[in-house]
Nanobody, 116 residues
Framework: QVQLVESGGGLVQPGGSLTLSCVAS????????VSWYRQTPGNQRELVAS???????DYADSVKGRFTISRDNRENMVNLQMNSLQPEDTAMYYC??????????WGQGTQVTVSS
């Protein structure tokens, strides 16, 4: 069964850093666009960052310069390094895999709370 397992969420003070990790139990991980989304109660899930198969990275304007997405195709892993965290970054963060030849896959989410 295809599965995404996220880790790394938690409570951090404003200005702090966290790294989220997502490990995927899929074949041919390299063909997928891997992304991180986030969602707060009552709001739609929003795209935070994506890493396409051949290296292109995309970021939401709100996180540019602070967050970095990276992928390791040998380890089937995607990370999100988050720096200079602010209270508005508080959300449930979800890992996502997408390709043209497979159903979209979501992780269970990991909570990030930025508070003093």
């Amino acid at each position: 069964q295809v599965q995404l397992v996220e880790s790394g969420g938690g409570l951090v003070q404003p200005g702090g850093s966290l790294t989220l990790s997502c490990v995927a139990s899929v074949s041919n991980f390299w063909i997928y666009t891997v992304s991180w989304y986030r969602q707060t109660p009552g709001n739609q899930r929003e795209l935070v960052a994506s890493a396409r198969p051949y290296g292109t990275r995309d970021y939401a304007d709100s996180v540019k310069g602070r967050f970095t997405i990276s992928r390791d195709n040998r380890e089937n892993m995607v990370n999100l390094q988050m720096n200079s965290l602010q209270p508005e970054d508080t959300a449930m963060y979800y890992c996502n895999l997408k390709s043209s030849s497979s159903p979209e896959i979501w992780g269970q989410g990991t909570q990030v709370t930025v508070s003093s």
